[in-house]
């Protein structure tokens, strides 16, 4: 019976965070009451995540959207940087969002589920980027496939090969599609490198070139979730690296996006800090705050009524 609770638990049912059972069982047996300031705090939390979606995730669903009715083959290089990123936001804060709402409504139950998201867009490499993304679902992979398979207590050829199958697996577990493995096997390649770089005395003394770097290939990769036809795949890469023979370099296309989204980039740039939350934990007391919590819930259900069908977007993978 308390496995079928745990399986059936609807606040991580579908995407996660993904909860050992033997953490919610626990739980399930422990002497948990509904308090007022349990309600209180998955409230917020439910909230803030339902803000993440409906407010910046589906906006820039919209600005990748118009990318795609362009077309590929008409969109200028700095557009097809600001699709990308705009995709970058839109799976970043559809996903934490989704999560914020679940570990929210698991705390209105009297449950306490792990964080899954701890800013990973101000991490300094691509092996720091997934230890703060999907933070469940890395941890699950560490324990069940790379400390089984030898973690790296067996040579660095062996632990080159035992993170190799662990992107593996875990593109497969995100799709059976060529994109998905081209995904994982880049970001193999970047741990690789960066373990090879990170020898070199140099490189720690870098502050900002390693956050650019994290930047650039970060959202390159992203592109293999957002395009899975491997030919148009190509097609926006090269019109992201400027490899399209005779480009006439009109930007008006960029211009006209950045005109509409260039307020939401930078709200959603500073969101990505932990600015925003360490503010929140400051003032969230204060009667305006409530208020304003109140008025955001209700201005995302008018959203999304507005809009329609909108689901998230780790649904589909």
Same mark, same amino acid.
């Given at each position: 019976?308390?496995?079928?609770?745990?399986?059936?638990?609807?606040?991580?049912?579908?995407?996660? +965070?993904?909860?050992?059972?033997?953490?919610?069982?626990?739980?399930?047996?422990?002497?948990?009451?509904?308090?007022?300031?349990?309600?209180?705090?998955?409230?917020?939390?439910?909230?803030?995540?339902?803000?993440?979606?409906?407010?910046?995730?589906?906006?820039?669903?919209?600005?990748?959207?118009?990318?795609?009715?362009?077309?590929?083959?008409?969109?200028?290089? +700095?557009?097809?940087?600001?699709?990308?990123?705009?995709?970058?936001?839109?799976?970043?804060?559809?996903?934490?969002?989704?999560?914020?709402?679940?570990?929210?409504?698991?705390?209105?139950?009297?449950?306490?589920?792990?964080?899954?998201?701890?800013?990973?867009?101000?991490?300094?490499? %691509?092996?720091?980027?997934?230890?703060?993304?999907?933070?469940?679902?890395?941890?699950?992979?560490?324990?069940?496939? !790379?400390?089984?398979?030898?973690?790296?207590?067996?040579?660095? +050829?062996?632990?080159? #090969?035992?993170?190799?199958?662990?992107? =593996?697996?875990?593109?497969?577990?995100?799709?059976?599609?060529?994109?998905?493995?081209?995904?994982?096997?880049?970001?193999?390649?970047?741990?690789?490198?960066?373990?090879?770089?990170?020898?070199?005395?140099? /490189?720690?003394?870098?502050?900002? $070139?390693?956050?650019?770097?994290?930047?650039? /290939?970060? +959202? =390159?990769?992203? =592109?293999?979730?957002?395009?899975?036809?491997?030919?148009?795949?190509? /097609?926006?890469?090269?019109? =992201?690296?400027?490899? /399209?023979?005779?480009?006439?370099?009109?930007?008006?296309?960029?211009?006209?996006?950045?005109?509409?989204?260039?307020?939401? $980039?930078?709200?959603?740039?500073?969101?990505?800090?932990? %600015?925003?939350?360490?503010?929140?934990?400051?003032?969230?007391?204060?009667?305006?705050?409530?208020?304003?919590?109140?008025?955001?819930?209700? !201005?995302?259900?008018?959203?999304?009524?507005?809009?329609?069908?909108?689901?998230?977007?780790? #649904?589909? #993978?």
């Amino acid at each position: 019976m308390t496995f079928g609770t745990y399986i059936s638990m609807f606040p991580k049912l579908i995407s996660g +965070p993904i909860t050992p059972y033997e953490m919610l069982r626990r739980q399930l047996h422990s002497a948990r009451r509904f308090l007022p300031e349990n309600l209180a705090e998955g409230m917020k939390l439910f909230i803030r995540g339902l803000g993440l979606k409906a407010i910046l995730a589906n906006q820039f669903g919209s600005l990748w959207a118009n990318v795609g009715t362009i077309g590929y083959e008409s969109i200028s290089t +700095p557009l097809a940087w600001l699709g990308i990123y705009a995709y970058s936001f839109q799976i970043y804060f559809d996903f934490s969002g989704y999560s914020d709402m679940a570990i929210g409504l698991g705390a209105v139950l009297g449950f306490h589920f792990p964080e899954n998201f701890n800013y990973p867009y101000i991490a300094a490499s %691509v092996k720091d980027f997934w230890h703060r993304w999907h933070i469940s679902l890395s941890t699950w992979f560490k324990e069940y496939v !790379y400390i089984p398979l030898g973690g790296n207590r067996k040579g660095l +050829p062996r632990q080159l #090969f035992n993170i190799l199958v662990v992107w =593996m697996l875990t593109a497969f577990w995100h799709g059976a599609g060529w994109n998905f493995f081209c995904w994982g096997g880049l970001l193999w390649i970047c741990i690789v490198l960066e373990r090879q770089l990170g020898r070199l005395k140099f /490189v720690h003394k870098m502050k900002v $070139l390693p956050h650019i770097y994290l930047w650039l /290939v970060i +959202p =390159m990769s992203w =592109m293999c979730f957002a395009i899975t036809d491997l030919s148009q795949l190509q /097609v926006y890469l090269d019109k =992201m690296l400027w490899l /399209v023979p005779g480009f006439s370099g009109g930007y008006e296309d960029a211009w006209k996006a950045l005109s509409t989204y260039g307020g939401l $980039l930078l709200v959603s740039g500073l969101a990505c800090t932990p %600015v925003i939350e360490k503010l929140y934990h400051k003032w969230q007391d204060k009667l305006p705050v409530k208020v304003l919590l109140a008025g955001l819930f209700w !201005y995302c259900i008018w959203r999304l009524l507005l809009e329609g069908n909108n689901p998230f977007m780790y #649904f589909s #993978f």
